[in-house]
């Protein structure tokens, strides 16, 4: 009888290992799917704080030399392009730390 007891602890063991098993990929997909949402909410912030801060030195300089328009033209694009070339230096890592993953994946699997 104690090796029956062993024998269905062992298959217990074992079917939770398998259940296991099977919630880890779907867990692994959340994980991806937030770690996205964050990505996309970097890429709005770098974008938005560019604007912002080239917005605000165009204004100052404007209301310090009383040049209204021409320095905040100027400077909120050229906050937009920074805001731009930072978002893309982001999606350049993201991409960069993607195809690491998946040559470690490829070479594990080798």
Known sequence: MAESDEDRMRALDARIAAARSKADPERKHMEEHYSQAQLAWRMVIELVAGLAIGFGMGYGLDWLFGTMPWF???????????????????????????????????????
């Open 72 to 110: 905040l033209i100027v400077f909120t694009l050229l906050g937009f392009i920074a805001g731009v070339k930072t978002m893309v230096r982001s999606a350049k890592e993201v991409q960069q730390a993607a195809e690491k993953q998946a040559q470690t994946e490829t070479q594990d699997g080798d």
